[in-house]
C-alpha cells in the first residue's frame, strides 16, 4: 500500500490546529483562574477585617446596653430613696429636716448624674449599631462577590475538562458581577443587591 506523504500532513494539520486552539483555552483558564484566586484573596482579607469589626461593634452595643440597665437600675434607686427620704421628712424637727435635706440633694445629684450617663451610654449602643450595619453591608458585598467567582471557577474547570470555548464566555459573566462586587466592598461603593441579598441569607 502506498502511502502520500501529503495527504498524512494535511490529516495531521486539523489536529495540530485543535491542540493549539486546546493550549490557548486552557492558557486562558489557567490565567483567569489565577486572576480570580488572587483576587478573592485580597478580597478575604479585607472580609476577615470586616468581620472582626462586627464582631467587635457586637460586644461594644452588648456592653454598652448592659452598663445602661445598670445606670437605669442605679438612677431608680435613688430616685426611690429620694421618695422615701421626703416622706420621712415629713413632721421632723427643724435640725432632722436640714439632714434629710442634705440626703435628699446627695440621691437627687447621683440620680441625675446616672441619667446623664445612662444617655450617654444610649447615644455609643446606637453607634455601635449603626457601625454593625455599616460593616455588615460591606460583609454582604464581599459574600457576593465570593459566592459569584466560586461560580466562575466552577464553569471555568468545567470548561478545561470539556474544551468548550462558549462555557469560558459563560463564566465570564459571573466574573465580571463578583469583581465588581468585590471592588465595590473593598472601594466603598454604595451597591447592595437587596433582593439577592436576602434570597442568600
Same mark, same amino acid.
Given at each position: 500500500?502506498?502511502?502520500?506523504?501529503?495527504?498524512?500532513? =494535511?490529516?495531521?494539520?486539523? %489536529?495540530?490546529?485543535?491542540?493549539?486552539?486546546?493550549? $490557548?483555552?486552557?492558557?486562558?483558564?489557567?490565567?483567569?483562574?489565577?486572576?480570580?484566586?488572587?483576587?478573592?484573596g485580597?478580597?478575604?482579607? $479585607?472580609?476577615?477585617?470586616?468581620?472582626?469589626?462586627?464582631?467587635?461593634?457586637?460586644? %461594644?452595643?452588648?456592653d454598652?446596653?448592659?452598663?445602661?440597665?445598670?445606670?437605669?437600675?442605679?438612677?431608680?434607686?435613688? $430616685?426611690?430613696?429620694?421618695?422615701?427620704?421626703?416622706?420621712a421628712?415629713?413632721?421632723? %424637727?427643724?435640725?432632722?429636716?436640714?439632714?434629710?435635706?442634705?440626703?435628699?440633694?446627695?440621691?437627687?445629684?447621683?440620680?441625675?448624674?446616672? &441619667?446623664?450617663?445612662?444617655? =450617654?451610654?444610649?447615644?455609643? &449602643?446606637?453607634?455601635?449599631?449603626i457601625?454593625?450595619?455599616?460593616a455588615?453591608?460591606?460583609?454582604?458585598q464581599?459574600?457576593?462577590?465570593?459566592?459569584?467567582?466560586?461560580? &466562575?471557577?466552577?464553569?471555568?474547570?468545567?470548561?478545561?475538562?470539556?474544551k468548550?470555548?462558549?462555557?469560558?464566555?459563560?463564566?465570564?459573566?459571573?466574573?465580571?458581577?463578583?469583581?465588581?462586587?468585590?471592588?465595590?466592598?473593598?472601594?466603598?461603593?454604595?451597591?447592595?443587591?437587596?433582593?439577592?441579598?436576602k434570597?442568600?441569607?
Open positions: 500500500m502506498d502511502i502520500n506523504p501529503l495527504e498524512t500532513v =494535511e490529516d495531521l494539520e486539523p %489536529n495540530k490546529t485543535e491542540e493549539r486552539a486546546s493550549g $490557548k483555552l486552557n492558557m486562558m483558564v489557567a490565567v483567569t483562574v489565577a486572576l480570580l484566586a488572587t483576587f478573592m485580597i478580597c478575604k482579607v $479585607k472580609d476577615d477585617n470586616i468581620v472582626q469589626a462586627m464582631q467587635q461593634a457586637q460586644a %461594644n452595643k452588648l454598652h446596653w448592659a452598663f445602661y440597665q445598670a445606670r437605669n437600675l442605679r438612677e431608680e434607686v435613688a $430616685k426611690s430613696t429620694i421618695v422615701q427620704l421626703k416622706l421628712q415629713m413632721g421632723r %424637727n427643724v435640725e432632722e429636716k436640714k439632714a434629710y435635706e442634705e440626703a435628699i440633694s446627695s440621691y437627687e445629684k447621683l440620680a441625675s448624674e446616672q &441619667a446623664r450617663k445612662k444617655e =450617654e451610654l444610649k447615644v455609643q &449602643a446606637t453607634q455601635d449599631q457601625d454593625y450595619d455599616a455588615n453591608y460591606k460583609d454582604d464581599f459574600d457576593l462577590s465570593d459566592a459569584l467567582l466560586a461560580v &466562575a471557577i466552577s464553569l471555568l474547570a468545567v470548561t478545561a475538562l470539556t468548550q470555548r462558549w462555557l469560558y464566555f459563560a463564566a465570564l459573566v459571573p466574573t465580571a458581577f463578583g469583581f465588581y462586587m468585590g471592588l465595590a466592598g473593598l472601594l466603598g461603593w454604595q451597591v447592595h443587591p437587596d433582593y439577592l441579598i434570597l442568600l441569607s
